[in-house]
Protein backbone atom coordinates (compact mmCIF):
# COMPACT_ATOMS: atom_id res chain seq x y z
CA UNK A 1 0.00 0.00 0.00
CA UNK A 2 0.95 3.31 -0.76
CA UNK A 3 1.85 5.56 2.27
CA UNK A 4 3.53 9.09 3.10
CA UNK A 5 5.37 9.59 6.33
CA UNK A 6 6.18 13.09 7.73
CA UNK A 7 8.27 12.67 10.98
CA UNK A 8 8.54 15.90 12.18
CA UNK A 9 5.14 16.76 13.48
CA UNK A 10 6.38 20.27 14.66
CA UNK A 11 9.37 22.64 13.62
CA UNK A 12 10.34 25.88 15.17
CA UNK A 13 12.91 28.09 13.13
CA UNK A 14 14.25 31.57 13.79
CA UNK A 15 13.31 33.91 10.85
CA UNK A 16 15.47 34.21 7.64
CA UNK A 17 17.06 30.71 9.17
CA UNK A 18 16.78 28.12 6.59
CA UNK A 19 14.18 25.58 6.73
CA UNK A 20 13.95 21.51 5.56
CA UNK A 21 10.59 19.37 6.01
CA UNK A 22 11.36 15.72 5.47
CA UNK A 23 8.65 12.96 3.41
CA UNK A 24 9.12 9.68 3.07
CA UNK A 25 7.51 7.68 0.50
CA UNK A 26 6.01 4.28 0.02
CA UNK A 27 5.66 3.01 -3.47
CA UNK A 28 7.05 0.53 -5.71
CA UNK A 29 6.91 2.60 -8.84
CA UNK A 30 8.17 6.58 -9.04
CA UNK A 31 5.50 8.47 -7.62
CA UNK A 32 4.15 11.39 -8.65
CA UNK A 33 4.98 13.92 -5.66
CA UNK A 34 3.46 17.00 -4.22
CA UNK A 35 4.02 19.50 -1.61
CA UNK A 36 1.17 21.50 0.26
CA UNK A 37 0.91 24.31 2.51
CA UNK A 38 -2.13 25.16 4.28
CA UNK A 39 -2.23 28.58 6.57
CA UNK A 40 -4.41 29.20 9.46
CA UNK A 41 -8.53 28.35 8.57
CA UNK A 42 -7.89 28.22 5.17
CA UNK A 43 -7.63 25.13 2.19
CA UNK A 44 -4.10 23.42 1.05
CA UNK A 45 -2.26 25.63 -1.62
CA UNK A 46 0.66 23.74 -4.01
CA UNK A 47 3.91 24.45 -3.27
CA UNK A 48 5.67 22.47 -5.95
CA UNK A 49 4.99 18.65 -7.66
CA UNK A 50 7.44 16.22 -9.01
CA UNK A 51 6.52 13.89 -11.81
CA UNK A 52 9.58 12.76 -13.62
CA UNK A 53 13.20 14.55 -14.76
CA UNK A 54 14.96 16.71 -13.25
CA UNK A 55 14.68 15.74 -8.96
CA UNK A 56 15.55 19.52 -7.82
CA UNK A 57 11.69 20.85 -8.26
CA UNK A 58 11.30 25.22 -8.01
CA UNK A 59 8.01 25.91 -6.49
CA UNK A 60 6.24 29.11 -5.20
CA UNK A 61 7.09 31.40 -2.28
CA UNK A 62 10.99 30.72 -2.77
CA UNK A 63 10.45 26.90 -1.94
CA UNK A 64 11.95 23.94 -3.60
CA UNK A 65 12.48 19.94 -3.19
CA UNK A 66 14.47 17.65 -3.68
CA UNK A 67 13.37 13.37 -4.73
CA UNK A 68 15.52 10.94 -3.89
CA UNK A 69 14.73 7.69 -5.86
CA UNK A 70 17.47 5.96 -3.06
CA UNK A 71 16.32 7.53 0.30
CA UNK A 72 12.46 7.46 -0.79
CA UNK A 73 12.21 10.71 0.30
CA UNK A 74 10.70 14.41 -1.07
CA UNK A 75 12.48 16.64 1.30
CA UNK A 76 10.79 20.34 1.34
CA UNK A 77 13.97 23.47 1.35
CA UNK A 78 13.85 27.03 2.00
CA UNK A 79 16.96 28.49 2.70
CA UNK A 80 15.60 31.84 4.43
CA UNK A 81 12.29 31.53 6.02
CA UNK A 82 9.72 34.47 6.41
CA UNK A 83 7.51 34.96 9.03
CA UNK A 84 4.81 34.31 6.40
CA UNK A 85 5.88 30.93 5.97
CA UNK A 86 4.48 29.94 9.46
CA UNK A 87 1.82 27.18 8.22
CA UNK A 88 1.39 23.38 7.92
CA UNK A 89 3.13 22.02 5.45
CA UNK A 90 1.79 18.36 3.68
CA UNK A 91 3.36 15.90 1.22
CA UNK A 92 1.38 13.73 -0.69
CA UNK A 93 1.62 11.28 -3.59
CA UNK A 94 -0.86 10.14 -6.58
CA UNK A 95 -0.79 6.28 -7.08
CA UNK A 96 -3.62 5.54 -10.00
CA UNK A 97 -6.02 8.18 -9.16
CA UNK A 98 -5.47 8.56 -5.58
CA UNK A 99 -3.60 11.24 -3.76
CA UNK A 100 -2.17 9.99 -0.69
CA UNK A 101 -1.39 13.02 2.33
CA UNK A 102 1.04 12.70 5.30
CA UNK A 103 -0.34 13.62 8.37
CA UNK A 104 1.71 17.24 8.22
CA UNK A 105 4.18 19.20 9.83
CA UNK A 106 3.54 22.39 11.64
CA UNK A 107 6.04 25.50 11.06
CA UNK A 108 6.48 27.94 13.41
CA UNK A 109 8.47 30.74 12.79
CA UNK A 110 9.98 33.01 15.91
CA UNK A 111 11.37 36.23 15.16
CA UNK B 1 -13.48 32.30 -11.24
CA UNK B 2 -14.67 32.06 -7.58
CA UNK B 3 -12.56 28.26 -7.59
CA UNK B 4 -14.09 25.78 -5.23
CA UNK B 5 -16.93 27.56 -2.40
CA UNK B 6 -18.05 25.41 0.23
CA UNK B 7 -21.03 26.31 2.70
CA UNK B 8 -21.29 26.83 5.70
CA UNK B 9 -17.85 27.20 7.33
CA UNK B 10 -18.97 26.16 10.11
CA UNK B 11 -21.66 23.54 11.58
CA UNK B 12 -22.90 22.50 14.83
CA UNK B 13 -25.09 19.25 14.91
CA UNK B 14 -26.88 16.79 17.53
CA UNK B 15 -25.81 13.33 17.35
CA UNK B 16 -28.20 11.07 14.51
CA UNK B 17 -28.89 14.71 12.65
CA UNK B 18 -28.44 15.06 8.71
CA UNK B 19 -26.72 17.64 6.84
CA UNK B 20 -25.50 18.36 3.70
CA UNK B 21 -22.32 20.11 2.71
CA UNK B 22 -22.06 21.94 -0.17
CA UNK B 23 -19.41 22.23 -2.53
CA UNK B 24 -18.99 23.92 -6.06
CA UNK B 25 -16.39 24.44 -8.69
CA UNK B 26 -16.50 26.76 -11.44
CA UNK B 27 -13.70 25.49 -13.34
CA UNK B 28 -15.66 22.74 -15.16
CA UNK B 29 -13.08 20.42 -13.66
CA UNK B 30 -14.25 16.96 -14.22
CA UNK B 31 -12.68 15.16 -10.77
CA UNK B 32 -14.22 16.00 -7.62
CA UNK B 33 -13.26 14.98 -4.27
CA UNK B 34 -14.08 14.97 -0.31
CA UNK B 35 -11.26 14.68 2.37
CA UNK B 36 -11.51 15.25 6.44
CA UNK B 37 -8.67 16.29 8.30
CA UNK B 38 -8.23 15.05 11.73
CA UNK B 39 -5.33 16.14 14.04
CA UNK B 40 -2.29 13.93 13.35
CA UNK B 41 -4.33 12.10 10.66
CA UNK B 42 -3.40 14.49 7.64
CA UNK B 43 -5.97 14.55 4.92
CA UNK B 44 -8.41 11.27 4.27
CA UNK B 45 -10.43 10.82 1.35
CA UNK B 46 -14.29 10.37 1.49
CA UNK B 47 -15.56 9.75 -1.35
CA UNK B 48 -14.29 11.16 -4.81
CA UNK B 49 -16.04 11.88 -8.79
CA UNK B 50 -15.02 11.35 -11.79
CA UNK B 51 -17.61 13.05 -13.33
CA UNK B 52 -21.29 14.27 -13.20
CA UNK B 53 -23.37 10.41 -12.23
CA UNK B 54 -20.21 8.94 -11.33
CA UNK B 55 -18.88 8.89 -7.87
CA UNK B 56 -17.16 6.21 -5.84
CA UNK B 57 -15.73 5.40 -2.22
CA UNK B 58 -12.29 6.79 -1.04
CA UNK B 59 -10.62 5.62 2.29
CA UNK B 60 -13.30 6.43 4.77
CA UNK B 61 -16.68 6.25 3.34
CA UNK B 62 -18.31 5.20 6.05
CA UNK B 63 -21.40 7.48 7.45
CA UNK B 64 -21.08 9.64 4.55
CA UNK B 65 -23.52 9.61 0.57
CA UNK B 66 -22.68 11.86 -2.28
CA UNK B 67 -23.80 12.68 -5.67
CA UNK B 68 -22.60 14.24 -8.83
CA UNK B 69 -26.35 15.95 -10.43
CA UNK B 70 -23.88 18.13 -12.45
CA UNK B 71 -20.05 18.96 -13.16
CA UNK B 72 -20.10 22.16 -10.87
CA UNK B 73 -21.40 20.75 -7.79
CA UNK B 74 -20.70 18.07 -4.99
CA UNK B 75 -22.79 17.90 -1.92
CA UNK B 76 -21.53 15.34 1.05
CA UNK B 77 -24.21 14.33 2.42
CA UNK B 78 -23.94 12.90 6.60
CA UNK B 79 -27.09 10.76 6.94
CA UNK B 80 -26.91 10.12 11.18
CA UNK B 81 -24.36 12.72 12.44
CA UNK B 82 -21.90 11.02 15.14
CA UNK B 83 -19.44 12.37 17.44
CA UNK B 84 -16.66 10.60 15.62
CA UNK B 85 -17.71 12.69 12.66
CA UNK B 86 -16.49 16.09 14.21
CA UNK B 87 -13.77 16.75 11.64
CA UNK B 88 -12.70 19.76 9.00
CA UNK B 89 -13.98 19.36 5.84
CA UNK B 90 -12.52 19.49 2.10
CA UNK B 91 -13.83 19.99 -1.38
CA UNK B 92 -11.25 19.68 -3.97
CA UNK B 93 -11.55 19.72 -7.63
CA UNK B 94 -9.10 18.56 -9.94
CA UNK B 95 -7.71 19.20 -13.39
CA UNK B 96 -4.80 16.45 -14.05
CA UNK B 97 -3.04 16.43 -11.03
CA UNK B 98 -3.42 19.90 -10.09
CA UNK B 99 -5.72 20.03 -7.13
CA UNK B 100 -7.80 23.24 -5.52
CA UNK B 101 -8.99 22.84 -2.59
CA UNK B 102 -11.95 24.75 -0.62
CA UNK B 103 -11.78 26.94 2.47
CA UNK B 104 -13.24 23.76 4.25
CA UNK B 105 -16.17 23.22 6.86
CA UNK B 106 -15.14 23.22 10.50
CA UNK B 107 -17.87 20.12 11.56
CA UNK B 108 -18.80 19.52 15.55
CA UNK B 109 -21.23 17.00 16.37
CA UNK B 110 -22.15 17.03 19.79
Known amino acids: AQSVTQPDIHITVSEGASLELRCNYSYGATPYLFWYVQSPGQGLQLLLKYFSGDTLVQGIKGFEAEFKRSQSSFNLRKPSVHWSDAAEYFCAVVTGNQFYFGTGTSLTVIP | ?110
Open chain 2, 1 to 110: NAGVTQTPKFQVLKTGQSMTLQCAQDMNHEYMSWYRQDPGMGLRLIHYSVGAGITDQGEVPNGYNVSRSTTEDFPLRLLSAAPSQTSVYFCASRSGYEQYFGPGTRLTVT
